[in-house]
Nanobody, 124 residues
Framework: QVQVVESGGGLVQAGHSLRLSCTTS????????MGWFRQVPGRDREFVAA????????NYLDSVKERFTISRDRAQNTVYLQMNRLRPEDTGVYYC?????????????????WGQGTQVTVAS
């Protein structure tokens, strides 16, 4: 079993920034793609960003691609989501996910291991 733990969520004013962190128990040699999804009650879980095992490929939701940056530190089995110029529509529970494959998948079906989620609330 792979443990996945997110942190860094909180309440911020629109236009400000947050950085989310996700640490996993997976060895760096396992070569896992990782991603971020978000969910609002009553709506489907939405893809936000993903990164391949070596950081060579990234994918973003169109509405965040010029504001958010995903990165990873393979030595620490950690992935980050830097979120700048936050908007109220960015509010939701953000989930980190780990894939058994190496790709930066945009579908939830790509991922087998999920964190508990961290709440991000952007006040208008």
């Amino acid at each position: 079993q792979v443990q996945v733990v997110e942190s860094g969520g909180g309440l911020v004013q629109a236009g400000h920034s947050l950085r989310l962190s996700c640490t996993t128990s997976r060895r760096t040699g396992s070569n896992n793609g990782m991603g971020w999804f978000r969910q609002v009650p009553g709506r489907d879980r939405e893809f936000v960003a993903a990164i391949s095992w070596n950081g060579g490929t990234t994918n973003y939701l169109d509405s965040v691609k010029e504001r958010f940056t995903i990165s990873r530190d393979r030595a620490q089995n950690t992935v980050y989501l830097q979120m700048n110029r936050l908007r109220p529509e960015d509010t939701g529970v953000y989930y980190c996910a780990v894939s058994r494959s190496a790709v930066a998948g945009t579908s939830a079906s790509t991922y087998q291991y999920w964190g508990q989620g961290t709440q991000v609330t952007v006040a208008s």
